[in-house]
């Protein structure tokens, strides 16, 4: 049997290879009259010479991103320094006793910083600070623990700010600032950076004890 | 004074006879080098030790470095437990028609007055940019300087500083009660 059988692929494969040859160049529209089985052999592949090859292929289309870390080191931002038109990295802190005050006058900024077109480079939160407010008794001079305040933080860091955009940017802030809620403009440092890490005592401990 | 001055001199005297190794003080346990019959100390050890003491600090600094720094958790943004409690929910109060659609409506409403305001605010902030944008190309006609110096940015403005409003004015002549404030928050080390 085995014999025949490949007598008879050869065969057919002969047949193929000559059909091949002869339809090369209507094979690129094969129609129901002319079924697309004649113009492939046992070992070439169809579906790469068709037309719609690769229809569903997006993926080359997306930007390369590069393989991410497990461990994400947290990498300062570039600060811009000021030019002749504009600030360089601003803070914008908005502090007080109501979160959701202060979230919501914060996330307003963000909005207007938007539709200004003003790049902001981060929008992150600060630890709360929690103030106990002692009171001294009315009779003795012991203290006692009245009220604690928490104060909440948050920080909007514009990239650059344009000088001549600046006057009317202040301006819109102060009018709707809410009431209770601090707003304060600074420069942005690396020491503003590090202070939201946490400390890291034994570290500290060996570069001293290093350096002696 | 008398005994602080014999003091000072036995001490001064002791201090001098502790250098020399062959007149030490009667009353300390005779341990002077000689008859305690130890070799003398080499030097080599001494380097050696401290090169030693340097790679192992070294080597924990390289390990505690390896390490990322981790920001503070901020607290604000953790739900206290006792808020995700689930008997402490309560089912939404059954409102009757009229007042569901007067509740809509007063919502319309709102929407509409807010709206107005948001497009004031946008309208406002369009023509001040567009004013200024006139008067800085009238300004640079007049004169280039003064068009560079006004496009300068100002250095006193930052830092800048601002207290909201508040909501009633302060009460004249005021006495505040005693007392201080403490700061409490709470330090994480890594």
Same mark, same amino acid.
């Not at chain 1, 539709?115 to 002692?134: C, F, H, N, Q």
């Given at each position: 049997?085995?014999?025949?059988? +490949? ?28 079924? /697309? ?59 007080? !006793? ?5 979230? =919501? ?27 106990? /407010? ?7 001079? @012991?203290? !006692? ?9 948050? /920080? ?26 601090? &707003? ?15 400390? +890291? ?12 | ?9 036995? *001490?001064? %005297? ?34 050696? +030790? %401290? ?9 924990? &600094? ?55 305001? =948001?497009?004031?605010? /946008? ?10 944008? %006139?008067?800085?190309? %009238? ?34 002549? *005021?006495?505040?009660?005693?007392? @201080? ?10």
């Amino acid at each position: 049997m085995n014999p025949v059988f +490949r007598k008879v692929q050869a065969s057919v494969a002969q047949q193929a290879l000559l059909l091949n040859k002869a339809l090369t160049p209507c094979r690129a529209a094969p129609s129901i009259q002319h079924p /697309v089985w004649c113009t492939h052999s046992v070992n070439e592949r169809q579906y790469k010479g068709m037309p719609t090859h690769g229809i569903g292929r997006w993926k080359y289309l997306l930007p390369k991103q590069a393989p991410r870390k497990k461990k994400d080191k947290h990498q300062m931002k570039r600060i811009m320094s000021a030019t002749d038109t504009a600030y360089g990295t601003l803070n914008v802190n908005v502090s007080g !006793y109501d979160m959701t005050v202060v979230e =919501h006058y914060s996330q307003y900024i963000h909005n207007f910083c938007n539709r200004l077109g003003i790049k902001v480079a981060d929008s992150y939160a600060l630890p709360r600070k929690s103030t106990e /407010v002692m009171l001294m008794q009315e009779q003795g001079t @012991k203290t !006692y623990v009245d009220a604690v305040l928490k104060t909440h933080h948050r /920080v909007v860091q514009l990239s650059t700010l344009n000088a001549a955009l600046c006057p009317v940017f202040m301006d819109v802030l102060l009018k709707n600032q809410p009431e209770g809620v601090q &707003l304060s403009v600074t420069e942005h440092t690396e020491a503003d950076f590090q202070a939201r890490f946490k400390a +890291r005592p034994e570290l500290e401990g060996l570069i001293a004890q290093m350096n002696q | 004074m008398t005994c602080t001055l014999f003091c000072s001199s036995l *001490y001064g %005297e002791h201090h001098h006879l502790v250098q020399s190794p062959w007149f030490a003080p009667v009353m300390t346990l005779k341990t002077s080098a000689p008859l305690r019959a130890e070799p003398k100390k080499k030097k080599k050890v001494d380097p050696r +030790r %401290e090169q030693m003491l340097r790679e192992r600090l070294k080597k924990k &600094l390289k390990k505690l470095e390896k390490v990322p720094p981790e920001l503070i958790p901020i607290e604000d943004f953790i739900t206290p437990t006792k808020c995700l409690d689930e008997t402490r929910e309560r089912t939404a109060p059954r409102l009757s028609f009229e007042e569901s659609e007067g509740r809509a409506l007063l919502l319309k409403e709102w929407c509409r007055y807010k709206q107005k305001q =948001h497009m004031a605010e /946008v309208e406002a902030v369009e023509l001040a940019l567009e004013a200024q944008r %006139e008067a800085l190309e %009238e300004l640079k006609l007049e004169s280039e300087e003064l068009y560079r110096a006004a496009l300068k940015p100002d250095p006193l403005l930052i830092p800048f500083v601002h207290e909201g409003p508040a909501y009633t004015p302060a009460i004249p002549n *005021y006495d505040a009660p005693d007392g @201080k404030y403490n700061d409490i928050t709470k330090v994480y080390t890594q």
